[in-house]
């Protein structure tokens, strides 16, 4: 398996061609702007992800709370305790 990965990146010599290109394409200013850039978007990404995972672990925590909050109206419509035990005594 590792080897299938160390085949599918670039090493050695086509690295430094690739990065040759790259610098042409592209000229020594404008190379950090779009560093700059792609940096600005990957703090972006992260972001979101943070984002996101804090609204889906505050939906979730809601909804458990929906659930024991049904789960103790229904216990209590039925004429049951907490420990679930009926209220009535038998005489």
Same mark, same amino acid.
């Given at each position: 398996m590792t080897d299938l990965i160390a085949i599918a990146? #670039?090493?050695? #010599?086509?690295l430094i061609i690739i990065l040759v290109i790259f610098l042409l394409l592209f000229g020594g200013a404008k190379i950090p702007q779009l560093m700059k850039g792609i940096g600005k978007g990957v703090g972006e990404f992260q972001a979101g992800l943070h984002q996101g995972k804090r609204a889906l672990a505050k939906a979730m925590e809601e909804a458990t709370d929906e659930d024991a =909050?049904? =789960?103790e109206d229904t216990g209590k419509k039925a004429g049951k305790t907490e420990t679930g035990q009926s209220d009535k005594t038998e005489a």
């Open positions: 990146f #670039p090493q050695g #010599p086509e =909050d049904a =789960d």
